[in-house]
């Protein structure tokens, strides 16, 4: 994952012509959790039309309750492939088990794996052998050299396409979900040529405070962003207070352009 083993910047081709790192900016949007056809085909639609590049949409959700929404597992796999049938756009979706890597592949272009399975060395090994880019979200305890040395896992089994995703770590501060360390951004640009991009959801937990994070993330040299979005997130079953609706969404985007083509 070093700089001293690759000195220029890495890209990964997540689908053909759409490329992140050296430069490309790749938004990912959508729910944090696919619900019915109509959620995730109208969102779908609605942040392509934005200038999303591509889709995220949890059908395997790793949930702190036992008793909470875990997913719809291979039904929502089965709508994130109709969404991506209708617009295009490719999908990220999270794998939480070696045993589903083979039936999340005709579905996902990038298999994500959470925050909480940063440091789920079996998983990471299984993922070294897959022909499919990992976005790797940072452990909520993990240290920069840790994370880097949970991609080397996936880099020594031979998977070269390795996205790295800031999420938010914890901290004393509870007004917050996590604290978003974008310190982490130039400091992985300056040990690894991976790319990087932020999640200012998980990272604040609030969607009030989403587009500043946003841009901020993008000034401080973020590869791209992963954003919930849903249609209606009073009704969302998982992480309505940090998802951002379709219109905000939008207004999101439109900043972005504005300030990428300031800097
Ligand atoms: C998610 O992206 O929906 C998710 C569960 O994120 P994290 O693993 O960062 O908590
Ligand atoms: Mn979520």
Redesign the pocket.
């Known amino acids: 994952a070093s700089r001293e083993w690759l000195q220029e910047e890495s890209t990964v081709e997540i689908a053909p012509g759409v490329v992140i790192g050296g430069g490309n900016a790749l938004v990912i949007a959508g729910p944090?959790a696919v619900e019915d056809r109509e959620q995730i085909v109208k969102t779908a639609q609605a942040i392509k039309k934005s200038g999303a590049m591509a889709l995220r949409g949890?059908a395997y959700k790793?949930r702190t309750n036992p008793y909470s929404f875990q997913g719809l597992g291979v039904e929502g796999l089965n709508l994130l492939s109709e969404a991506k049938r209708i617009t295009g756009l490719p999908i990220v979706t999270?794998v939480m088990t070696p045993e589903d890597i083979d039936l999340m592949l005709p579905h996902a272009d990038i298999l994500?794996v959470?925050?909480?399975n940063m440091q789920n060395f079996s998983l990471l090994k299984a993922l070294g052998k897959v022909d499919k880019p990992v976005l790797l979200?940072r452990g909520m305890m993990a240290t920069v050299d840790e994370w880097l040395q949970a991609a080397e896992y996936i880099l020594s089994g031979g998977n070269f396409n390795v996205i790295l995703c800031e999420?938010g770590i914890r901290s004393f501060e509870k007004r917050t979900r996590n604290t978003l360390d974008l310190n982490a951004v130039p400091l992985i640009k300056s040990l690894s040529h991976l790319p990087i991009i932020v999640?200012p959801s998980?990272g604040t937990g609030d969607r009030t405070l989403v587009p500043s994070m946003s841009l901020a993330a993008m000034a401080a040299g973020a590869d791209g962003l992963i954003v919930e979005v849903h249609p209606n997130p009073k009704e969302a079953v998982s992480?309505g207070d940090q998802s951002l609706d379709l219109e905000e969404f939008d207004d999101l985007m439109r900043s972005i352009k504005r300030l990428l083509s300031a800097i």
């Open positions: 944090c949890g790793p999270e994500q959470g925050s909480r979200k999420r999640d998980h992480d």
